[in-house]
């Protein structure tokens, strides 16, 4: 075991993924020599060499759509992009081929491949730097998206999604990447995909949030439980395929819900988690489910950016509603 | 190989901003440049002659199934083959071919059945799923990107220590997209082992070459990349053959990615939902017809003893009714089984998409009570 | 008074709006001298010049981009993409760009521009001849988003959406360019974006459709009356931003809610729309909101694309659920 | 004007594969092609000579600031501020400048004041909002989507038969990205009275030019396009102005788009987020520090008798201070109202929209409370 924050987990598992299979290929912008502007990829080119770990140039089509060829011959690629503002360029071959191939080809060709990216804000990052892209990929049929809240989930997924048969696209909270450090298991696991985790179980209320904003959910949830409203918070991890099945046991227990994301909110994801709410809880609900989200606005410059991202404040406040109602 | 070595001085000492075009076998069936002949066998050139006949029957029958109703929107390849069927022959058995959509005579060359190639445009996803061992992609419809992928696969022959080369299509047209600049320069970056054949056909719908960019040729493109460019007769076969030949094993030795423009023409419609008279002059067409890489090869092997007019004539009736029967097995069994529409988009079937299919089945069954 | 599909409607209203307003320019792939794949912009090039009406190299990423340089310097382009599953290279543009401008610089620059694209699919079309973007734009802060349904709508909304000073995302069901003719006046009018339309007053159940498939809703409509059940029926007419009143107002008389569309239905625009009814209506439902959406799976090529559009009496099975809860 | 025509064979007659470079003053500040020295008076000179000394202070400042915890990210120009003077200053004055993100010599010399570049680093969406006739879009992080908007604003302008010309700047790791050929294609197409200037500072980040492409100018990327290219010495303002000038006429007067490549070197980091020492030599930096633009264009005044290191170090403090001054002005402006997070997104607000402030607004009220 080690202390490891997020991106020291997500290096790590790299490292580990790269010794164990040499099908694995690790790739993107400034992530060879210099190690990732984040340093998630920093050390392994010198530890695995340039044909394994590599810096592109500068092209994010290319760089999935390479993937895309690496993975039909026979590879396990991992791409990275910059931040996931910068994902649009490659969005033609996500859409049109990452997500497609296998069903193209009726089952024949398919992509073992994960395309990882910094995601969301708070970060007081430049413009572009702080992008929720769960809605857009989410409605992509093929595509299976993750998203980890912890360093020792991130190892576990990661190596799912690695070892996954379907391309995954992996998003990273970048605020989380050195919030908080948690001890990491050296050895060999993984988490599923497609199986969100109740991280506080309570009997008054369901909130669902993943990413960064869980942590920010759990502690509105403990001010709620200092009022006496018992929250049980669920982080979702995985985006696409959605875990119905641990969301409406939750609601069905609690009968009521709220889902808390950073993404605007506007056919954001948090309009589907209700929908399937209503579909597999309705009659349960003794509250109109409450979605507490982004504004319908671009994410600010860094001076304005603390009045989008929510606060446990702010969303104990919304939360409140729900629980009273 | 002395005719190898002199291509492969033409490939590097190639100018790309001359514009001089590589042509081996003229207009008339006459070998032009005899030192630059690629050293197949008469019977060789034959089989390929062949494989272009196929093509063109297969075409024909497909356009006319497709005004009896029986075919969907279809891609023609006339006046083309011979950019499809030189540089497929100039493949190694495990080399990758990378398709755009309109090489219909590289894919059966390469081993993909007609009848598969008819289901695609039949419009069944079994189109594109090729037998055991065929390194043929699917088709790719959204311009531009297949070239990525090529880049890849060869990246990755390369990565695994396998000398597979890669061979890439993309039209006229596909080189005004972004796409193609990113493509070109990664495989410049990573030396990767690849060929990228441009079938400058003149049109992209009903935009001609001229605006579509105002470089004087499509090989020059290739200076962007800082790789070599060549512009070769399209309807050539041993034109193409002898260039696409020579950037293969140049790539395979190392020597990096060369992008080739085949220079031809489209005698047909864009798909048969294009009316071509829209946008261009008769006269123009008539002109070209001249040229058809078909009739230049009939010629030569007329010309050489080894085929007759009465024996063409006959393939490509044999073709036609072969194109037909094969035709009609996909209309036997072209319609998609309702669970094919699920089970391939992942793996395994999701919770929420198997759900989706069995209300679809029940609803189905609903239908029929 | 002129009998118009779909097509010779726009046709016609694109003529109409280069006559009126010289800073009007029209262009895209096959649009100058052929006119459009599907005819929309015929003989507007020989009667307004190549310098208004013209053909572009193939990159939609250029289209767009370059409509936005347009705009930023005086003129109000009409951007045509050929089918909406090619405008993926343009995503970059349009998120980054189109819809951001305005707020990027505080309301100095902003963007009077459409972007027309064939949108949905019926009609045997090739793969990515078929998308339906609608959850895709409407996701974005700073767009608007219109789907007509009728040649009379598609004049009136596609002339404000050239007025606007914000850009447009102008979707054009193609299955219904030659589907049926209607009477469009030859003079100006106008429909307002951001405004739905009851298009069959009803008691029972409140159904939300647009495009092609709102006539199809129409015809499921009409199967229920049959058996005593008397919908309503609302073309949407607008993605975004949403008309909530028209439908809460709807929802609230009759207690009963569903939406029919043809994306997918994860993460889809049907996914909005419940969530909106249970932010506003909630207290008034008496079943759950129902989303009869496409599957989650590819578009099918033309030989199975009968089983992923949905007809009528297929929307009428689902509506018949809602009705009879 | 004889000097005119002289550069204007200059780019007409460049060969972009020969690699050279144009340059006039060379790095000890003197002018070595007096022949090809634009026609400005000395005081012009010594005006954009200030404005060089203007960016690196407010750089040098910004740094300061930042690393005070001040300013947020900032992407300093040190070493660039030829290459980004010369051209604005070559340019009239309705005619478009089209940034990528580090061009802050030529904002400042183009009329964006200070203080707005600063609110931009400072994080606040004003930085973006340029007074009344600059015509200066804004910073595009994006990077190469900024090269379509220059083409779209020159089309614009030939379509309304104005004949401002627009000149738009990039990276050498923006030539890779896909929006690069397009825009260069679409302008040769369409004739676009552009001028592009790639900065080749030698990196992308850690990415250096070599490992970007193996093309051997960045210039010669040009001939995909069909239009003229050529590398400048981008340290040098004479060159830049020169070569950016001749460009500027050409396209005012119908003969459409080139390609500047001004040859630099990035000598900071990329942004403050940044350390060089991870990817490149500290020999490198070094070699490159006498070839400072500055340097020697300093020298070349003093030399003329038209500036000395005393007035020279004394215009840098005066300008330190100045920015100072402004950054001051920044730090008590720059928070952003709540409202105007809201207002922008759409003309009017819609009913959403208005919802969400309004809520937001409450919910403050009541924190305070
Ligand atoms: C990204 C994209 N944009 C538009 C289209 C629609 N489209 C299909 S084929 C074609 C023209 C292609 O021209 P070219 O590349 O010259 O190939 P050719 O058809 O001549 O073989 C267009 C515009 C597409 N398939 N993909
Ligand atoms: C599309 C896109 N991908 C990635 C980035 C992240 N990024 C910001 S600057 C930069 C390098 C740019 O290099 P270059 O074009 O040479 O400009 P320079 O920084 O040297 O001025 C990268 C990769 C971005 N801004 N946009
Ligand atoms: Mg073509
Ligand atoms: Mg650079």
């Known amino acids: 075991m080690a202390l490891m924050n997020l991106i020291t987990a997500i290096n790590h598992t790299l490292d580990l993924a790269l010794a164990q299979d040499e099908r694995v290929v690790v790739f993107g912008e400034d992530v060879g020599v210099e190690g990732g502007v984040f340093r998630a990829t920093v050390g392994l080119q010198k530890k695995y060499g340039e044909e394994r770990v590599f810096d592109t140039p500068l092209a994010e089509s290319a760089i999935v759509g390479t993937a895309v060829g690496m993975a039909l011959n026979g590879l396990r690629p991992v791409a990275e992009i910059q931040f996931s503002g910068f994902v649009y360029p490659a969005f033609n071959q996500i859409i049109s081929h990452v997500a497609r191939m296998r069903n193209r080809t009726r089952g024949q060709r398919y992509l073992p491949m994960v395309i990882r990216m910094p995601h969301g804000g708070g970060i007081k990052a430049l413009e572009h730097h702080s992008e929720s892209l769960d809605t857009f990929f989410g409605h992509i049929p093929g595509l299976k998206v993750v998203v980890p809240s912890t360093p020792y989930d991130a190892k576990g997924l990661l190596l799912s999604a690695i070892r996954d048969d379907d391309p995954v696209i992996f998003l990273e909270p970048s605020k989380l990447y050195r919030a908080f450090r948690q001890e990491v298991p050296e050895e060999d696991y993984t988490i599923p995909i497609g199986k969100a985790k109740v991280v506080k179980p309570g009997s008054d209320l369901t909130v669902v949030s993943w990413g960064a904003y869980l942590h920010e959910a759990l502690k509105a949830a403990e001010l709620l439980q200092a009022e006496g409203i018992d929250a049980e918070v669920i982080d979702l991890r995985t985006i696409s395929p959605l875990d119905r099945e641990t969301i409406l046991e939750s609601v069905k227990k609690t009968g009521r819900f709220a889902v808390v994301h950073e993404a605007a909110k506007s056919f954001g994801p948090g309009a589907e988690l209700v929908a399937l709410v209503n579909e597999g809880a309705f009659l349960y609900l003794e509250a109109p489910p409450l979605r507490l989200a982004g504004f319908d606005i671009t994410i600010p410059l860094p001076r304005g950016e603390h009045h989008y991202f929510m606060d446990a404040q702010r969303m104990a406040a919304g939360l409140r509603q729900v629980a009273n109602f | ?369």
């Open chain 2, 1 to 369: 190989m002395l005719i190898q070595e002199y291509t492969a001085q033409l490939i590097r000492d190639y100018d790309a901003l001359s514009g001089r075009m590589l042509q081996i076998l003229d207009e008339n069936g006459v070998v032009k440049e005899p030192e630059l002949m690629p050293a197949l066998s008469d019977a060789e050139w034959l089989e390929l002659y062949k494989t272009m006949v196929l093509t063109r029957a297969a075409d024909d029958k497909a356009l006319q199934l497709q005004r009896q109703g029986r075919m969907l929107t279809y891609a023609p390849n006339t006046g083309q083959e011979a950019a499809q069927v030189g540089p497929a022959a100039a493949m190694a058995k495990n080399d990758w071919l990378v398709p755009a959509f309109r090489e219909l005579g590289a894919w059966l060359y390469r081993g993909v059945p007609l009848k598969t190639v008819y289901l695609y445009w039949y419009g069944n996803e079994y189109g594109s799923h090729f037998p055991e061992g065929v390194r043929v992609l699917p088709i790719a419809v959204p311009i531009g990107t297949q070239l990525h992928h090529a880049v890849g696969v060869a990246m990755a022959s390369k990565i695994k220590g396998e000398n597979d080369v890669t061979v890439a299509y993309i039209g006229d047209g596909g080189t005004s997209t972004g796409d193609f600049n990113e493509a070109l320069n990664f495989a410049g970056v990573f030396n990767a082992p690849v060929v990228f054949i441009v079938q400058n056909n003149q049109y992209a719908i009903s935009v001609p070459r001229t605006k579509q960019t105002i470089a004087k040729t499509i090989a020059q493109k290739a200076v962007a990349a800082g790789i070599p460019g060549m512009v070769v007769d399209g309807n050539d076969l041993f034109a193409m053959y002898a260039a696409v030949k020579e950037a293969i094993e140049r790539a395979r030795s190392g020597g990096g990615p060369t992008l080739i423009e085949a220079y031809t023409y489209r005698l047909g419609a864009h798909t048969t939902s294009d009316d071509p008279t829209k946008y261009r002059e008769d006269s123009e067409v008539e002109a070209w017809k001249p040229r058809d890489p078909l009739g230049r090869m009939k010629a030569y092997l007329i010309s050489k003893g080894l085929w007759s007019e009465e024996q063409d004539l006959a393939l490509y009736e044999e073709y036609g009714a072969y194109a037909l029967e094969v035709f009609r097995q996909v209309e036997a069994e072209g319609e998609p089984r309702v669970e094919d529409l699920f089970k391939y988009t992942y793996k395994e079937m999701p919770a929420h998409v198997r759900e989706q299919y069995e209300e679809y089945l029940q609803y189905l069954e609903g239908k029929v009570d």
